[in-house]
């Protein structure tokens, strides 16, 4: 055994150059490999569960994903308005244990505002079982002040502090010149909650009903609310209104009632199960990330058998003196399998880095995307799996090297060469 | 059945190749050659007459085509190829004409693997036996660190490793100019007796034949090399 190390040992610092590229292309297939599996039950995980502590949403008649992407995940546009007339419904309906009404439509430096009620901060979680938190020396808006309470996210991203004031912009996307008149307070930064609210800022919805150049149009005509001091209920509108329920059958009774019997509002319920849906209709996207991946492994596969198999004949020599010197057959073979496994084991070792490195960098654009925060050191069974089958496919490419060694003729090969 | 009284006996050894015409050339046509423990005997020979061949059937390295070749005891024709690669760990030194040292090793793993491949590793034996080569502060240096005289030293230590009841060596000076080849031969020679191991070289060099007292001429012991001889090979 002290041999085979020995020769083996011997064999990775005869051909360090080779043995280097093949490992680090063993290490991209393997970090790849390993990349690909974790992201996708991370994101899957993330998206269709982890996100938020809301149990449907309600919005106008469209696309339940148009919704859940809109109102959770503070991604794409509003499929449109709900009457007040239906916010208030909902709150009253005995099955809803709380509900909330979000508006849309301002953002601050491309960071969405959402004009929300007070009692998101206190009927609703940041997340599942985690209460909603304001930093030391903050707290939540007064719904009826121009108060807002930024995410973690865009509070480092932008500057903003406790005692800040900021204009928003008119829309959802940034547009320098779009700017509204009305200077908002930050009164407060939430604890980060690893999820989109982090990328939000929050300020009373009245503040949105009442901002510049905003018309509701509940009634089905134009009224601007900045001119009055008391907005009428049949003008207000909402964009969505999340809600609580008092148990999953409540769920199901609305959304019969909603969206299969009803004609002028959508229920996304479950959230989760409507971002199951897109994962699902995105399947074959994984597959083709899969495939890609295993191919990489493949190549890098056939690159250890290749630098192996290049240097035999150079090794012909030593391998006959080695069994000149008493060395079996299957012990020169089983050494030129054990250097091609530990080629492989030192691609796999450093496929964690390539692993980490790929993680971190996506899970840094899904968080500056979507504020859906994805563990890079989070257990995943590939991580275990991946490098051993790394190695045992190293050595699977060691076998004809491996071969070539075994019938390497030693009398041939002892012959002077000069 | 008593032990044998030789480290090494060869009776009726027959070896061939076949040339690439297809014809078959005899090699080796011994009839009967012995030599005791701790015997140094000389085999000499031009090239040819079969002197590597012959090491090498002896070694187990080749196999013969008929006929006993018994080292320490045993006859290396009822071995199989993996008893013979250990019988020749463990029983046999050789010292080859270009050294063949393993190039990507240190002096001490070239003379360490020697004895791993035999009874096992024996690093303090290793260590003595390149300080009595005169290489013991030149242990961790790599072939090429080494002169050639220093490599023949290391070779030596080698075939000594693994406490071998015979030594071969092949034209061991073959690549040394004389004064060299006269110290190394005496570092062969004595080093041998010093542990306790037969040798048998073989040399066409007159200076290194004349240092044995028991000279074989290799083309009257090999009557196939005689053959060959006598056809004018060279």
């Given amino acids: 055994m002290r041999a085979l190390l020995l020769m083996v040992r011997r064999g990775l610092a005869q051909h360090k150059l080779s043995s280097s590229i093949t490992a680090g292309s063993l290490a991209l297939a393997c970090g790849l490999v390993m990349a690909v599996f974790a992201l996708r039950e991370q994101s899957y995980a993330a998206f269709t569960g982890g996100s938020t502590a809301f149990d449907a949403v309600l919005g106008a008649r469209g696309s339940q994903l148009q919704l859940v992407l809109n109102t959770v995940f503070h991604l794409e546009t509003s499929p449109g308005n709900l009457p007040w007339s239906l916010v208030q419904a909902i709150e009253r309906d005995p099955r809803v244990k709380a509900a909330v009404p979000y508006a849309v439509g301002d953002n601050y430096k491309g960071f969405r505002i959402v004009g929300t009620g007070a009692n998101l901060f206190s009927d609703f979680e940041a997340r599942k079982g985690d209460p909603w938190r304001v930093q030391p020396g903050g707290r939540f808006f007064e719904p009826t002040l121009r108060e807002a309470v930024i995410g973690d996210f865009v509070a480092r991203r932008t500057g903003l502090r406790v005692g800040s004031r900021f204009q928003p912009y008119h829309g959802l996307t940034y547009v320098e010149s779009a700017k509204h008149e009305e200077q908002y307070l930050v009164v407060g930064i939430l604890e980060p909650t690893r999820t989109p609210a982090d990328r939000a800022i929050w300020i009373p919805i009245e503040g949105i009903f009442r901002m510049g150049g905003h018309v509701l149009r509940g009634t089905g005509e134009a009224f601007d609310a900045s001119k009055v001091a008391e907005i009428p209920d049949e003008a207000k509108e909402a964009s969505s209104v999340m809600l609580k329920l008092k148990s999953p059958q409540a769920g199901f009774t609305l959304d019969a009632e909603i969206n299969k019997q009803g004609k002028v509002a959508t229920l996304a319920f479950p959230i989760g199960g409507v971002m199951a849906e897109l994962f699902d209709k995105l399947g074959w996207m994984n597959r083709v990330l899969e495939a890609v991946a295993y191919l990489t492994v493949l190549v890098a596969a056939g690159s250890v058998m290749a630098s192996l198999y290049n240097t035999m004949n150079e090794r012909r020599r030593s391998l006959a003196i080695l069994r000149a010197l008493g060395a079996r057959r299957t012990t020169i073979s089983a050494a030129i399998v054990l250097e091609a496994s530990a080629i492989a084991a030192l691609g796999a070792l450093l496929g964690f880095a390539v692993y980490v490195a790929i993680l971190s960098g996506a899970a840094e654009l899904v968080r500056a995307r979507t504020g859906v925060v994805l563990d890079a050191w989070a257990w995943h069974p590939a991580l275990v799996a991946a490098p051993l089958g790394i190695i045992a496919l190293g050595a699977l490419a060691g076998l004809l090297p491996a071969l070539s060694a075994y019938r390497t003729d030693v009398a041939r090969n002892l012959q002077p060469t000069s | ?234």
């Fill in chain 2, 1 to 234: 059945m008593s032990p044998s009284p030789h480290v090494l006996h060869l009776a009726g050894l027959r070896k061939s190749f076949r040339s690439p015409d297809g014809s078959v050339q005899p090699i080796l046509d011994i009839d009967s050659f012995a030599l005791a423990p701790g015997e140094q005997v000389a085999l000499a020979g031009a090239s040819g007459t079969g002197k590597t061949t012959l090491l090498h059937v002896i070694a187990g390295i080749l196999t013969a085509d008929s006929g006993v070749i018994e080292l320490a005891g045993t006859d290396l024709a009822r071995l199989s190829e993996a008893a013979r690669d250990r019988h020749r760990a463990l029983h046999l030194g050789y010292v080859f004409q270009t050294f063949l040292l393993l190039q990507g090793y240190s002096a001490l793993e070239n003379v360490l693997l020697a004895q791993m491949f035999g009874a096992g590793a024996d690093e303090r034996r290793a260590r003595e036996l390149l300080d009595r080569v005169g290489l013991g502060d030149r242990i961790h240096h790599r072939p090429a660190q080494l002169s050639v005289g220093q490599q023949q030293r290391v070779a030596v230590a080698r075939a000594l490793a693994g406490k071998p009841s015979l030594v071969l060596a092949d034209e061991p000076t073959g690549s040394l100019d004389p004064t060299r080849a006269r110290d190394a031969l005496a570092l062969l020679c004595d080093a041998c007796r010093e542990q306790g191991a037969a040798l048998l070289v073989v040399s066409h060099d007159r200076d290194v034949l004349a240092r044995f007292e028991r000279v074989h001429d290799l083309a009257e012991l090999n009557r196939a090399g005689r053959a060959v001889t006598a056809g004018g090979s060279a």
